[in-house]
């Protein structure tokens, strides 16, 4: 009987494993066909451009989901200076793909931190 009985428990085990490994599966499918939400887009690209730049972002400036995936505007700390007000910062185009990763990056300005932009016709 105590054969029996071992031969019943490891097949109840090899059951419930292949059952975990079934749910497993399905969950990565799942998470694979899922777009990642805008706030873990935005940490994910956060984390990635500080990674490639070596600079620290400070902020979001501009956020946008597009057929191809994401395009943001990322504020970052170039250059630290005393007074706070004359360090550098610059504004960089981040584009990721559906999933939230970095496909690409270019600097598109450079400027002091204590100055304002210029007036420019249609909000731009």
Known sequence: MSNTS??????????????DETEETEEVRESADERPSPMQVL??????????TGMAPESVSSFEQTEDGWILEVEVLEIARVPDTMSLL??????LDPQGELT????????ERGRA???RPGGR
């Open 6 to 19: 071992n031969t019943s428990k490891a097949q109840n085990s090899r059951t419930a494993h292949e059952s």
């Open 43 to 52: 940490r994910h690209a956060r984390t990635q451009l500080a990674e490639l």
């Open 90 to 95: 610059a504004s960089y185009r981040v584009e």
């Open 104 to 111: 690409g990056y270019r600097r598109v300005r450079r400027y």
């Open 117 to 119: 932009d210029p007036h």
